[in-house]
């Protein structure tokens, strides 16, 4: 995909990688770049910050109603969407003591969302016989966030629909891509930090933690050649076939990371 005039939604984009990726595609030429975040003055501080062409957008995403207000309001303005970015997500820090409505948050944010804006946009983009949808969904979704069960669950999930949509309606002209990123230099792995989450703990001890603007580096990359698996780290792809080749010793150096990081 080329960005130049291009009408683009990013939710989750009033921080971490959606701001990133909001001024990274402003910055390539996009027409119209909708900063979508339930921080609504957030948003707006980020559009105001990139310029005339940002304009921000109030949504929560697990709310199906404002996901369809959201595709419809930028339809409206502009005309149409050449790229929804489902970016928002959270993490639980927790395992299966986690309660219900922590389990339900990260399946409603981590994959329903991406859901309801697919629903929302979809029909948009087959009429005009093309689009893309970038999924955030981490590199969690591909191997596993120790120490966060719910996470890697939904993650695990949420790189699996992105799936089933590249292979359902590629062929009627639109691109997926799932962008999976490991340890980013944002809130959620600060906070995870500081208090203590054994997943934080163990994305900072496995590798280079990347700034949202490499992560949105790598995503303009990956869109350009549309690839369906976006790596920021490439590292990722190695450990991914290591999992698949060798099952039983990926989870025994996974539980020797850990028994390291917990003596």
Known sequence: MNLTDRI????????????????????????????ADLDADAARAVAEGIGPVAHAHAVDVTDEEQVRALVADT?????????????????????????????????????????????????????????????TCSAAGVLTAVGD?????????????????????????????????QGVDTPMLADGLVDGHLGARVVAASGAVLTPDQ????????????RFLILPHPEVADYARRRAEDPDGWQAGMRKLVRRLTA
């Open 8 to 35: 683009v939604v990013v939710t989750g984009g009033a921080g971490g990688i959606g701001a990133a990726l909001s001024r990274r595609f402003a910055a390539e030429g996009a027409a119209a770049v909708v900063v």
């Open 215 to 226: 992560v949105a580096d790598a995503a303009i990359a990956g869109l350009a050649e549309e």
């Open 75 to 135: 339809e409206q303005r502009f005309g149409r969407i050449d790229l929804f970015c489902a970016n928002a997500g959270v993490t639980t820090g927790g395992g299966v003591e986690v309660d219900d409505a922590g389990w339900d948050r990260a399946w409603r944010v981590n994959v329903i969302a991406h859901v309801y804006s697919a629903r929302a946009v979809l029909p948009g983009m087959l009429a005009r016989g093309g689009g893309h949808l970038l999924h």
């Open 149 to 181: 069960a719910a996470y890697t669950a939904t993650k695990h999930a949420s790189v699996g629909f992105a799936e089933w949509l590249a292979i359902t309606y590629r062929d009627r002209g639109i691109r997926v891509s799932a962008l999976c990123p």
